[in-house]
C-alpha cells in the first residue's frame, strides 16, 4: 500500500512526460489534497499515513485520466475563481485567472454605486456573476447561457456559496429573446472568441475535454458575439451604464472599432497579468 509520501512522488512520476517539472508537481498537489482532504502542510506531516483502497483506487483513476490529457480541474470536479471554490466539469470552461481581472475592474468600477443591476451573458459555470454577487451584495445579478448543462452547474455552484444570482435558459445570439430582458446598469460576457483557425495551437487538454460552444467562433465573423452583445447593450443599458468584454488578444483594436461605430464612449482597452490585450470597457452616455 502506498503512503501519502509515496503516492505523491509515484503520482508525478507517472505524468512527467506529459507536463513540465513544475506543473506536474503543481496536478500532483492539487490531486493529493483532493484525494486526502489534506493540505500541503497537513500532508507534510502526516506523509507516512497509509492511503485506504478507496483513496488507491481514485488515485488509479486519477492517473489514467491524466494520461488521456484530461484536465486536472474536471477529475477532481473543483477550481478555485476568486478565492471561492467552484464545481466544474466538461459542460463548462474552466475560469481563468485573467477572469478574475475582469471581474475586479468591474468591482473597482461598481464599488460606490448600490443596486446595481448586472447581467453575465455566457455564463458557464457562474464564476463572474457569483464572484460580482460576493463583491457587491446589493447588486442584482442575474445570468444567462444557451446551455442546459452549464445552467446546471451554476445553478449548483450558487447554491453551494449561497449566492443569490439568477440564471436563464437563453440564446445571445436571438434578438427577440434577447429584447424580453430589463434595463440594466453593467452587462459582461467572456463569450466565445476564439477563431477556427486557432485550433492548431491549442492544448490538448482544452481541445478534448472544455465545451466548443463556449469557445470558438467562425473565422468568417470572429465578432459574432460582441457585435450582437454589444448591440443589446445599446437598448438595454442605463444612462451612464457600463459593458465589459473579455477578449481575444489578437482583436483588441477590432473590439474597440465594434464599440465605437455603435457610440460608446470612454472606451478602455485594459491588458491582463501576461501583458496581453484581454478586456474592453465602453460605457453608454
Known amino acids: 500500500m502506498l503512503t501519502i509520501q509515496t503516492a505523491f512522488t509515484y503520482l508525478t512520476g507517472a505524468i512527467s512526460d506529459l507536463y513540465e517539472e513544475r506543473e506536474a508537481v ?4 492539487i490531486v493529493m489534497e483532493s484525494l486526502t482532504g489534506m493540505s500541503k502542510l497537513d500532508r507534510m506531516v502526516n506523509k507516512t499515513q497509509i492511503l485506504t483502497t478507496d483513496q488507491n483506487q481514485r488515485l488509479k483513476s486519477a492517473i489514467e485520466a491524466l494520461l488521456r490529457k484530461e484536465p486536472v480541474q474536471y477529475i477532481i470536479g473543483s477550481t478555485w475563481f476568486y478565492g471561492m471554490e467552484f464545481i466544474v466539469n466538461n459542460q463548462v470552461l474552466i475560469p481563468r485567472p485573467e477572469t478574475e481581472e475582469l471581474v475586479e475592474w468591474i468591482v473597482q468600477d461598481s464599488g460606490s454605486r448600490h443596486q446595481l443591476k448586472i447581467l453575465d451573458i455566457g455564463t458557464g459555470s457562474g464564476a463572474i456573476p457569483l ?5 457587491l451584495p446589493d447588486a442584482v445579478v442575474s445570468a444567462i447561457d444557451v446551455s442546459k448543462g452549464a445552467l446546471e452547474v451554476a445553478v449548483k455552484n450558487a447554491e453551494k456559496l449561497k449566492l443569490n444570482v439568477h440564471f436563464m435558459e437563453m440564446d445571445a445570439l436571438n434578438p427577440t429573446a ?3 430582458l430589463p434595463n440594466l446598469d453593467v452587462i459582461v460576457s467572456n463569450p466565445p472568441y476564439i477563431t477556427q ?3 492548431t495551437g491549442m492544448q490538448q487538454q482544452v481541445l478534448s475535454y472544455e465545451p466548443s460552444l463556449a469557445l470558438f467562433v467562425p473565422d468568417t465573423d470572429p465578432l459574432l458575439f460582441y457585435r450582437h452583445i454589444a448591440q443589446l447593450a445599446q437598448q438595454k443599458l442605463n444612462a451612464n451604464g457600463a459593458l465589459y468584454f473579455e477578449i481575444n488578444e489578437a482583436l483588441g483594436k477590432e473590439v474597440v472599432a465594434l464599440l465605437e461605430s455603435l457610440d460608446f464612449q470612454n472606451i478602455i482597452l485594459k491588458q491582463d497579468m501576461f501583458g496581453k490585450d484581454r478586456m474592453v470597457k465602453g460605457v453608454i452616455s
Open 26 to 29: 503543481n496536478i500532483a498537489h
Open 131 to 135: 464572484a460580482l454577487k460576493k463583491m
Open 178 to 180: 434577447m429584447a424580453m
Open 197 to 199: 483557425s486557432e485550433k
